[in-house]
């Protein structure tokens, strides 16, 4: 009777089979350029971020305005104060300067709050030149709006009293308010003073005194 036998499992041929068997590894390579690129990119972000923050902390003295003023109008000097802003090339001026600021005029109207540029300001005004009056209007209630300061623009108006047998007329298209002041003690009257025509300034200095005359403030004209 023949006994079947299995054929022995050769382990180590099972072993060295071609499922086995790893594929070599090679060496890990250095790459020394690599490496010092990248410290070189860090380095220059580093540098690049101390940079700006140096930047930032570069301020200048600048000239901010702090009530309006009228366009044609002289810089007063109590209206000019120091601020210290970055230096982004813009051509402020330069606190340094402000003398030269108040003996200046308005180019245009500037209003509180506004950062001087030299665009904004004229060595002559064309307001307060030659052909040019100011004269002072004390006015009662009625006779202006509320809020009129310095700088806005007005039409003044001849309005006649009940006795008069004149026609309600405009005297000035467009005055400027060379000064506003405030409402006199008594709460009854309102001074402010207007640049006009020297040949009507009579004429509205005479009504101005007798009570006829009135303003209207002109917003688009400012």
Known sequence: MRTSEKPAVNAAAGLSGPASRKLPVPPRER????AALAVLLILGGALATTLLVLNS???????RVTQQIGAGQKFPPEALEEVKIADTGVDFVSWSQRQQVVNSFAAVTILPGTLLTNQMGVRASTE?????????????PGQMPAGIQQGDRVQVIYVPSRSSQGQTRVLASSALVFAAGDKSRSGNSGQITVVVDSAGAPEIAAFASSGEIAVAELPGAR
């Open 57 to 63: 902390g570069n301020r200048v003295s600048a000239i």
């Open 128 to 140: 307060l030149g030659e052909g040019k009056a100011t004269v002072g209007l004390a006015l009662k």
């Open 31 to 34: 790459k020394p350029a690599l």
